[in-house]
């Protein structure tokens, strides 16, 4: 028997979708779990509105394969640790037991370190009930020391929750005669230790030999929840791994994006300008790998990364277009037949080509719409740039856009070259290696400076999506949600291009610059509102 296959972190975020299902009813725990904790902050109530993603967190403690603990793996502030943690343990205090599950006398609480994690929940607990008079009246008596938190409720029942830190282990876990029957596993990993090998093991030990061991052997629950540092991180290990029943939260669906297909996990908190803020923050500091861990999950630390952020280089728009004499120009294009929100990417992409052989992205689209729409935007990109060659793949279904592009050529009287096979001749490119190997050709030109971008167009959807597609590509593959734009640029290789001679003398007036009468191409969009 074959052995099971199952979901990278990649692929449960490439397949996130924060829809709510039109006959979604959260379930009774989850809809009493939130009543207290309105109950607990009475009439101050809470900062924000609880987002869907908290009910799904919470459905899944009552409704799960019973044989699975649960991981979560969020981007940061979606509240994991409050909810998960401090609530999650007042509501045992109270209640003594979670539904389709039964008792919980004794939890334990691990963290990166006692100093950290476990003495910042102990403060936190403390707060609250010393905020609340709902909690004070049905949990009159608390007893705290930094690593063990004992509750009495009403009804004269202990609960007992122990904090420990994760790299020193878990021992003497046992209390009162009895093995604990919940374990929250809260942010195991610090900055600091998530780039020590050793740490990790002993975090990884820590977790699958003491923790798993030192609970009850028949009535137990661990939920590990956490944003990862790298992919040696042992939480994204253990989603990968088939062992947990996953959830995967990152702050939205897909970023960047426009604001009318933003799509939150959480957007009373997590707004579309506060995320456009923090990813163009990122973008102006070099630090796109910090945006796409701390709230998108997708990791990708440096030394995976095959093209750094210094090896994008930027150019201002203005040289090419008063110098259009000294460019040849080409379009490459990755053409998706869908405008609905979970297709591929359409991409066209224009191209200047130097005497020195490098290469300026200079025009082009990145949105999700039908084939018609693409065939409108290669021609009118086509008259205003006069490519020498537009590159058409043409694998699978894919020829019959060359057949479609032809015959528009005749009705629209508007003629063109197709790239053409280098085998066959036939107009198109028919790629006869997969993706990363295409885009593998491409990469040195970038570790020698020759692919620019403009600046002027920086913040606009087509460039936002090309460097995060770029700061997400890795020799083991794609980590971005789309390629597309990536195969734009690998085209490029495929093409029979010339280099313009180097002896053009630019001159003053109409014929140097296709926008003449026009302004720099306008790809303006809601993001250039709340640009940094």
Known sequence: MGSEQFLTVVEHLNGCNYSVPDDYVPTEFALEFMNFIKLVNGAEGEENVSPVVHFWMLDQIVDRDRDKNIANLCSRGLAKT??????????????GELPNFGEVSLAIYVSDSIENGVKNMRKNLEFRWEESEFLQEYIPKIRFTDIRWEFTNKAGKKFIVKGYGAK????????????????????????????????ISSVEDTVYKAIDYAMHPTHSLIIWSGTPFNARDPLYKAV???????????????????????????????????????????????????????????????????????????????????????????????????DKKSSDLSVISVW????????????????????????????????????????????????????????????????????????????????????????????????????????????????????????????????????????????????????????????PGKGNNPYDGEEVPDHTSDMDSYTV
């Open 168 to 199: 020193t282990g878990v021992r003497g876990a046992k209390e009162l005669g009895i093995r604990p029957q919940l374990a929250i596993l809260d942010d195991l990993i610090s900055d600091e230790d998530a780039r020590s090998a050793t740490v």
């Open 240 to 338: 990968e791994s088939g062992a947990w029943a996953v959830n995967v939260y990152p702050v939205c669906e897909v970023f960047p994006c426009e604001e009318v297909d933003f799509v939150g996990a959480w957007t009373d908190r997590f707004t579309y300008a506060y995320v456009l803020r923090m990813y163009n923050k990122a973008l102006l500091a070099g630090k796109i790998d910090t945006f796409n861990q701390e709230l998108m999950l997708r990791i990708m630390s440096e030394e995976d990364r095959l093209i750094k952020d210094h090896e994008i280089q930027w150019y201002s728009l203005k040289h090419v277009l008063q110098n259009r004499g000294a460019f040849n120009f080409y379009i490459t294009t990755d053409y998706a037949t869908s």
């Open 352 to 507: 200047a080509l130097n005497s020195n052989g490098d290469w300026f992205w200079v025009d082009g689209i990145c949105k999700q719409q039908l084939m018609d729409k693409n065939i409108d935007d290669t021609f009118r990109l086509v008259q205003k740039w006069t490519p020498l060659e537009v590159g058409v793949e043409i694998s699978g279904q894919q020829k019959g856009f060359v057949t479609w592009l032809q015959a528009e050529m005749g009705h629209r009287n508007i003629y063109f070259n197709l790239a053409s096979d280098k085998t066959s001749g036939e107009p198109g490119i028919r790629p006869v290696t997969n993706k990363m190997e295409r885009f593998n050709i491409v990469v040195p030109w970038f570790k020698a400076h020759k692919v620019f971008f403009p600046m002027e167009l920086r913040h606009t959807p087509p460039i936002l999506e090309a460097v995060s597609e770029l700061s997400l590509a890795s020799p083991g593959g794609f980590k971005s949600k789309w390629d597309d734009f990536l195969d734009t640029i690998s085209m490029l290789a495929a093409l029979q291009t010339w280099r313009p001679s180097d002896n053009f003398m630019p001159t």
């Open 82 to 95: 409050t909810l998960l943690g401090e609530y999650l343990f007042l509501y045992l205090a109270v209640y």
